[in-house]
């Protein structure tokens, strides 16, 4: 059982920490509110997610086309 558990805390370790987070927030607020509620606040968070990560890499493309380095 301890060798499942840190396989794991190893897969889990190997993800975003954003989305490690994300996933931790959606679970506990799932936890208190109906189904659909839940499921819009799974949306909400992981729409979150994305854009800030086409932002980050737009930013990064801006930053090596326009100025030649990265962020």
């Known amino acids: 059982m301890l060798k499942a558990a840190l396989e794991t805390a190893t897969t889990i370790a190997s993800k975003s920490p954003v989305v490690v ?3 931790k927030i ?7 509110h109906p189904v659909p509620d839940s499921l819009q606040h799974v ?3 992981y729409f979150t997610l994305l854009l800030d990560n ?4 737009l930013i990064s493309f801006h930053q090596l086309a326009f100025h030649g380095n990265t962020v």
């Open 54 to 57: 086409a932002l980050t890499g």
């Open 21 to 23: 987070q994300g996933t």
């Open 26 to 32: 959606s679970l506990v607020y799932s936890r208190d």
């Open 43 to 45: 949306v909400c968070i």
